[in-house]
């Protein structure tokens, strides 16, 4: 293909990716109203009714958010079913990008791309998983430290800026485990590297969590290191694999197996030389 040729299949790509989010940004939008929007104000409805602020209803079961402005409920309308939108089409558009970069790639290397795809996404979706879990008392925490004289109201977009920091947090740390092993496959980090450093991957998880975790409470954290500590030594082990692999593939191909006074064989085979070229 030429450059036009190409340039024209990655417009095309990018427009049936931005059409399939289009649509699901309008699905979500209608979604909103049938069970989205109490699916994200379902952490901050299991607050104790002390420590937030009744509806207008007055019953412990109301727990709207604020919305300070004429523009800001549509906005924060709009912005929930764009982010779950770009999510709920992530194959999609996902699967558009692999089609233009596939027809470059080897099989192997196709076949190592979809397995990492699918590794970050699944990654990416436990961690998401577990921040949301996390919320509620990471809420509760937070919240009860205004005292009991206090009554905190949220506005819904302090409230959705903080639950998108929570899922974005967990989702992206949950990633750097699967950085390692990238890193080792294409040789940049060794398994004698990584297990060396056991005890300071441990120890700089916890400390990375500590700072990551927007609730900063000690239940948050530990949710967040311990499986990060989990999947690093999974990627220690997935390692060490890879390098006895690496290591056995290049004792085939060279003479380790000789030792230091021992002749390595040649090829003594005749070989036939090249026509010498006519530059006259």
Same mark, same amino acid.
């Given at each position: 293909?030429?450059?036009?040729? !190409?340039?024209?299949? $990655?417009?095309?790509?990018?427009?049936?990716?931005?059409?399939?989010?289009?649509?699901?940004?309008?699905?979500?939008?209608?979604?909103? =109203?049938?069970? &989205?929007?109490?699916?994200?104000?379902?952490?901050?409805?299991?607050? #104790?009714?002390?420590?937030?602020?009744?509806?207008?209803?007055?019953?412990? !079961?109301?727990?709207?958010? $604020?919305?300070?402005?004429?523009?800001?409920?549509?906005?924060?309308?709009?912005?929930?079913?764009?982010?779950?939108?770009?999510?709920?089409?992530? %194959?999609?558009?996902?699967? +558009?990008?692999?089609?233009?970069?596939?027809?470059?790639?080897?099989?192997?290397?196709?076949?190592?791309?979809?397995?990492?795809?699918?590794?970050? /996404?699944?990654?990416?979706? @436990?961690?998401?998983?577990?921040?949301?879990?996390?919320?509620?008392?990471?809420?509760?925490?937070?919240?009860?430290?205004?005292?009991? *004289?206090?009554?905190?109201?949220?506005?819904? +977009?302090?409230?959705?800026?903080?639950?998108?920091?929570?899922? @974005?947090?967990?989702?992206?740390?949950?990633?750097?485990?699967?950085?390692?092993?990238?890193? *080792?496959?294409?040789?940049?980090?060794?398994?004698?590297?990584?297990?060396?450093?056991?005890?300071?991957?441990?120890? &700089?998880?916890?400390?990375?969590?500590?700072?990551?975790? #927007?609730? +900063?409470?000690?239940?948050?954290?530990?949710?967040?290191? $311990? %499986?990060?500590?989990?999947?690093?030594?999974?990627?220690? +082990?997935?390692?060490?694999?890879?390098?006895?692999?690496?290591?056995?593939?290049?004792?085939?191909?060279?003479? !380790? !197996? &000789?030792?230091?006074?021992?002749? /390595?064989?040649?090829?003594?085979?005749?070989?036939? &030389?090249?026509?010498?070229? =006519?530059?006259?």
């Amino acid at each position: 293909m030429t450059l036009v040729a !190409h340039l024209r299949e $990655l417009r095309n790509r990018i427009a049936l990716a931005l059409l399939f989010i289009a649509v699901a940004t309008a699905f979500c939008f209608w979604w909103y =109203d049938h069970g &989205l929007g109490e699916f994200i104000r379902a952490p901050y409805c299991a607050v #104790p009714v002390s420590d937030r602020a009744l509806g207008t209803g007055g019953s412990s !079961h109301d727990c709207r958010l $604020l919305v300070t402005d004429v523009f800001g409920g549509a906005l924060i309308r709009l912005k929930i079913a764009a982010t779950a939108g770009v999510v709920v089409s992530a %194959p999609l558009w996902l699967y +558009q990008l692999g089609r233009f970069v596939a027809p470059g790639l080897k099989q192997n290397e196709r076949r190592c791309g979809l397995i990492f795809v699918c590794a970050s /996404s699944a990654l990416f979706a @436990l961690g998401a998983a577990l921040a949301y879990y996390s919320l509620r008392t990471g809420l509760t925490l937070l919240l009860g430290f205004a005292g009991t *004289n206090v009554v905190v109201a949220l506005t819904a +977009q302090d409230y959705l800026g903080f639950v998108l920091s929570a899922l @974005l947090a967990f989702g992206v740390s949950f990633e750097l485990p699967l950085l390692a092993v990238a890193l *080792n496959l294409v040789g940049v980090l060794s398994h004698a590297a990584l297990g060396k450093s056991r005890r300071w991957i441990y120890f &700089l998880t916890i400390v990375f969590a500590a700072f990551v975790t #927007p609730t +900063q409470d000690p239940f948050t954290m530990l949710l967040m290191a $311990l %499986p990060m500590c989990v999947l690093f030594e999974i990627a220690i +082990q997935i390692a060490k694999v890879v390098d006895k692999r690496r290591a056995r593939r290049a004792e085939a191909e060279s003479f !380790h !197996h &000789l030792s230091d006074d021992e002749a /390595s064989p040649l090829d003594a085979r005749a070989s036939t &030389l090249e026509e010498p070229i =006519d530059l006259a």
